[in-house]
C-alpha cells in the first residue's frame, strides 16, 4: 500500500487517532498527524508515535514456531504444523478430561470482531465454560459496579468533550499525565475554564501537580474515604433531596453506612485530614455541575466494586449524575477495553453485553451462531481462578492477547502454572515472556496490518484500518481462529474477513445492553466514531441460517431504549431512520428497570493483607509513560527502553534513610507471595509508608512477583493496588525497615 491511511494507535483505551504514512526503502511506516479526529486532535504520547516500531520484523515472531519434544527448545514450523499441532492436543486434552480441561484467555487489546470470535470459538467451536481475560485485572470492577447502580455498564457516560465544561472533576487514582498524556488537555481546559480538578492519589503524581486539591490517602482506604466525604455532604446539608427523591433508589440503606463513617474516623483510616476533606467537598459542592472519574487506584483492590459504588453513591447524593456535564465515569485502560468486555471473551457472558445465565439471551445467541442453546456452556472462572486451575481442572490453555507471566498477581505461581499445564499454546505479535513458555507460538498480525472495531473509553466504535502490509508468514486472530475451528470440525461460522465478522457481532448484539446493530463499518468511516448503544436494522442476508434462528426472544434486560440518549429517543427512531448513536447515557432515566440509580449500602473494610512488623510497608503498583502493560510489546522500541530503561522503587526519602538506600541502588522488595529487586528511585511524592513498583518487567524487577491475588467477591478483581511488604537494600547490607 502506497497511500495514507487514518488510523488509531494500538495502545491505551483513548485510542489516538493517526496516520500512517509508508516510507519508501523504509522496513516501517511513519505517523502522521490526524488533527481531525475530535479525541487527541492530532496529538499523540511517545508509545503511539514509536508503535511502528513493532511491525519490524526485527523485534516481532514472523513465522509459527513449535517445542521440540526431545530438545525442548522452541524451532521454526509451518503453519499447517502448528495448527495441527494445537487442534490434536485440545482434541487430545478434551478426550481425556472433558470439554473444560481446555481453556482459552483473552484480551482487552483484541479488536471487538476478535473478542466476538474468541467467545464463540470457546463456547461453540470447543465447547468449554472455561474462558475469560485480562479485562478481568483492569475495569471489572468499575463494570460491576456500573451494573449494580445504573444497569448498564459503559466506562464513560459522556464524551470526554464533556469535562473541559462541568465545574469540579474528581479523579480518583488515574494519572492521565502518564497513561493518557493527550487527554491531560481536557483536564487542563477545565481549569482553564474555571473549573476545579481534585485527585486523590497516594503519590503527588505529575497529574496531581496540576490539581487545584491533592488528597493522598494511604493505598486501600478509598472506599473510607468516599463514605467519610459523602458524610460530610449528608453533615453540611448538601444531599440534593430533589434529585435523590426523583431519579434514585435505597438512600435510606446506603444512609446508615454513610453515617456510620465519621470524618475523624476517616483521618485515621485514610491519613487525610478532616480540614482537607472537608475542603474537597466545599469544592465539589459549590460547582453546579461535577464528575468522579475512577481509574485503577480505587478499582483495583479486594473491595473495588464496592469503593467504586461509594463514588457513585457521591454522585447520586449530589446529584451529580445523569444531568448535563455531571456524573460518574470509569477511565477505562487497554485498547478495546470497553468493547472487549461486551461481546463475550467474559467468562459470564455473550455478546451484546448479555449474560450467560439469562436463557433469553441464550436463544438469542444461539440463534445467530446456529446452534442449540442447551448447546452452550455456563459461566466458567474469572481470570486468575482460571489461571490458578491450570494444571489442575485445566489442562491445556490458548492465550490470545495476554502476557499474564508478567501482568498476572502472584506472577510467580501463575508462571509456575502455566509451566504445569499438558498444552499451551499463544497467539501473539512478538515472542512474550508467555508465549516462551509455550508448546506452540503462532505469530499474529498486528493493528496496522489488519482492519477491525475498537470501542474507545467513551464508549465509541472506531474503525482501525489496515495500513501496511504484514510480513509473509504471519496470520491474523481471525485466521488463526477459522483454521483451528476448521480442523475441530467447524469448518463454517468463522469467517476471516473481519467485516463479516463485524456483521453477525451486529445480529448477536442487537436488542442487547451493548447494541451495535445500527453501526457499520461505512458508518464509523463517515462520522468519527459512532457511540453504542445504537440499536439499527441489520440486513438479513448476513448470519445465521433464518430457519435455525428461532424466535427472537423477548427483551428481558434493560434495553438501550432506556437509557436516554442526548440526540434522540433511541428506540423512538422512526422505523428507517438511522440511530445517532448515544453519546450521553441517563439523561432522561437510568438503565434499570425502574429508570432510578440504585444506591448500594456499603461500609469500610481494610484491605486483604495488612501491614505488619515483618511487612511493614504498603506497596502500590502501576505505570510509567513510557511503556505499555506488560511490556511486551514497548520493550520493544529503543526510543522507549532509552526513556524507562527498567524496574524501579520509588520511596520517600525518609524511608530510603531508614533502610540505607541512596539513589539508584538496588531495593529488595519482598511480600508472602516473592521477591522483587529493583534501583530506588526516592521521592518525597509518595507516601513514607508506601512504596510504588511500575509493572512493565519481567525478571528481578516484576512486581507482580509481590502482589496478593486477593479479589473482590462480586467483579474477581485481584488486589493489584496494596499489599504488604518489607522493603530493604537489595545488597542485602538493611536488616528491613520494620526494625
Ligand atoms: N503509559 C501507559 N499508559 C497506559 C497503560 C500502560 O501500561 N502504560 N495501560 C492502559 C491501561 S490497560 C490502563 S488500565 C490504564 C490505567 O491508568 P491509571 O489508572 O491512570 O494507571 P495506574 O498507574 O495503574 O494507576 C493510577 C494511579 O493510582 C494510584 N494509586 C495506587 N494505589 C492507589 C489507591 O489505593 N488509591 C488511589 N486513589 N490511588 C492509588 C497510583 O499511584 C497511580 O498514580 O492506563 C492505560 N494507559
Ligand atoms: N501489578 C500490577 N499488575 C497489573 C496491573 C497493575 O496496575 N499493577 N494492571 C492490570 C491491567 S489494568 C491490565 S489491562 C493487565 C494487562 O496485562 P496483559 O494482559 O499482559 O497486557 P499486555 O501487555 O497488553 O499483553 C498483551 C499481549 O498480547 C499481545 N497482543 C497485542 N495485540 C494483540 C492482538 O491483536 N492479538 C494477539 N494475539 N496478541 C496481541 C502483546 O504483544 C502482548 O504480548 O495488567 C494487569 N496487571
Ligand atoms: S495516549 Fe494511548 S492511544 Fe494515545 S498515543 Fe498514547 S498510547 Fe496511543
Ligand atoms: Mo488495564
Not at 519490524?56 to 513449535?66: D, E, F, Q, Y
Not at 482553564?192 to 490539581?211: F, H, M, S, W, Y
Not at 446456529?370 to 490458548?398: C, F, I, M, T
Not at 451486529?506 to 459512532?530: K, L, N, P, Q
Amino acid at each position: 500500500m502506497d497511500t495514507e491511511t487514518p488510523t488509531h494507535c494500538p495502545y491505551c483505551a483513548l485510542q489516538c487517532g493517526m496516520t500512517l504514512r509508508p516510507v519508501a526503502g523504509a522496513p516501517v511506516a511513519e505517523v502522521v498527524e490526524r488533527t481531525g479526529f475530535p479525541v487527541n486532535r492530532g496529538a499523540l504520547c511517545g508509545k503511539g508515535r514509536t508503535a511502528p516500531a513493532v511491525l519490524s520484523s526485527a523485534v516481532r515472531l514472523t513465522g509459527p514456531l513449535v517445542r521440540n519434544a526431545v530438545s525442548g527448545v522452541l524451532e521454526p514450523a509451518g503453519w499447517d504444523e502448528a495448527l495441527g499441532r494445537i487442534a490434536d492436543a485440545l482434541r487430545a486434552t478434551r478426550a481425556a478430561h472433558g470439554a473444560d480441561a481446555v481453556g482459552v484467555f483473552g484480551g482487552g487489546s483484541l479488536t471487538n470482531e476478535k473478542a466476538y470470535l474468541l467467545g464463540k470459538f470457546a463456547r461453540v467451536a470447543l465447547g468449554t465454560s472455561q474462558i475469560d481475560y485480562n479485562g478481568r485485572f483492569c475495569m471489572s470492577s468499575a463494570a460491576a459496579a456500573h451494573q449494580r447502580a445504573f444497569g448498564l455498564d459503559r466506562g464513560l457516560p459522556f464524551p470526554l468533550e464533556d469535562i473541559p465544561r462541568t465545574g469540579c472533576v474528581i479523579l480518583v487514582g488515574s494519572n492521565p499525565a502518564e497513561t493518557m498524556p493527550p487527554a491531560l488537555r481536557y483536564f487542563t481546559e477545565l481549569r482553564a475554564n474555571g473549573g476545579k480538578l481534585i485527585v486523590i492519589d497516594p503519590r503527588r503524581t505529575r497529574t496531581a501537580e496540576q490539581a487545584d486539591l491533592h488528597l493522598a490517602p494511604r493505598p486501600g482506604t478509598d472506599l473510607a474515604l468516599a463514605l467519610g466525604m459523602l458524610h460530610l455532604v449528608v453533615a453540611q446539608g448538601r444531599l440534593d433531596e430533589e434529585f435523590v427523591a426523583a431519579r434514585t433508589s435505597g438512600w435510606e440503606d446506603a444512609r446508615a453506612g454513610v453515617m456510620a463513617h465519621w470524618p475523624e474516623q476517616v483521618e485515621r483510616i485514610t491519613g487525610v485530614s478532616v480540614p482537607q476533606l472537608r475542603e474537597a467537598v466545599a469544592m465539589f459542592c459549590d460547582a453546579d455541575s461535577g464528575m468522579v472519574l475512577t481509574a485503577r487506584g480505587p478499582e483495583q483492590q479486594a473491595k473495588g466494586t464496592d469503593t467504586v459504588g461509594a463514588w457513585i453513591n457521591f454522585c447520586l447524593a449530589t446529584g451529580r449524575a445523569g444531568r448535563p456535564l455531571s456524573g460518574y465515569g470509569c477511565l477505562t485502560g487497554q485498547g478495546n477495553g470497553q468493547g472487549g468486555r461486551e461481546h463475550g471473551q467474559k467468562a459470564d457472558q455473550l455478546p451484546g453485553y448479555r449474560k450467560l445465565t439469562d436463557p433469553a439471551a441464550r436463544q438469542h445467541v444461539a440463534g445467530v451462531w446456529g446452534v442449540d442453546p442447551d448447546a452452550l456452556p455456563g459461566p466458567g472462572r474469572s481470570a486468575y481462578e482460571l489461571l490458578d486451575a491450570l494444571g489442575g481442572d485445566v489442562r491445556a490453555l490458548l492465550v490470545m492477547g495476554s502476557n499474564p507471566v508478567v501482568s498476572a498477581p502472584r506472577a510467580g505461581h501463575v508462571e509456575e502454572r502455566l509451566k504445569s499445564l499438558d498444552f499451551l499454546a499463544v497467539a501473539d505479535v512478538v515472542l512474550s515472556e508467555t508465549a516462551a513458555l509455550a508448546d506452540v507460538v503462532l505469530p499474529v498480525t498486528q493493528w496496522a496490518e489488519e482492519t477491525g472495531t475498537m470501542t474507545n473509553l467513551e464508549g465509541r466504535v472506531l474503525l482501525r484500518r489496515k495500513a501496511v502490509t504484514a510480513p509473509e508468514g504471519v496470520r491474523s486472530d481471525l485466521e488463526v481462529m477459522h483454521g483451528l475451528a476448521a480442523l475441530l470440525g467447524h469448518g463454517k461460522g468463522f469467517p476471516t474477513d473481519p467485516e463479516e465478522v463485524f456483521e453477525e457481532l451486529r445480529r448477536a448484539s442487537a436488542g442487547g445492553a451493548a447494541d451495535y446493530s445500527g453501526i457499520t463499518y461505512a458508518r464509523i468511516a463517515a462520522e468519527d466514531g459512532v457511540f453504542w448503544p445504537c440499536p439499527g436494522e441489520v440486513p438479513g442476508s448476513v448470519g445465521p441460517d433464518p430457519e435455525k434462528a428461532g424466535p427472537e426472544p423477548e427483551k428481558t434486560g434493560p434495553g438501550p431504549e432506556r437509557c436516554g440518549p442526548d440526540t434522540a429517543e433511541a428506540g423512538q427512531v422512526p422505523a428507517g431512520a438511522v440511530h445517532p448513536g448515544t453519546p450521553r447515557l441517563f439523561l432522561d432515566r437510568f438503565a434499570t428497570e425502574d429508570g432510578r440509580a440504585r444506591f448500594v449500602a456499603v461500609t469500610h473494610r481494610p484491605p486483604a493483607e495488612e501491614t505488619d512488623e515483618v511487612y511493614p510497608v504498603v506497596l502500590t503498583t502501576g505505570r510509567v509513560v513510557a511503556h505499555y502493560q506488560s511490556g511486551a510489546q514497548t520493550r520493544r522500541v529503543a526510543e522507549l527502553n532509552a526513556a524507562a530503561p527498567g524496574s524501579f522503587v520509588e520511596l520517600h526519602p525518609r524511608l530510603a534513610e531508614r533502610i540505607g538506600v541512596a539513589e539508584g541502588e538496588p531495593v529488595a522488595v519482598t511480600s508472602r507471595r516473592g521477591r522483587a529487586v529493583a534501583p530506588a528511585r526516592i521521592t518525597a511524592s509518595i507516601r513514607q509508608d508506601t512504596v510504588f513498583m511500575p509493572f512493565h518487567w519481567a525478571g528481578e524487577g516484576r512486581a507482580n512477583s509481590l502482589t496478593n491475588p486477593a479479589l473482590d467477591p462480586v467483579s474477581r478483581m485481584p488486589e493489584f493496588k496494596v499489599c504488604a511488604v518489607r522493603v530493604e537494600a537489595g545488597d542485602g547490607r538493611s536488616a528491613g525497615a520494620g526494625d
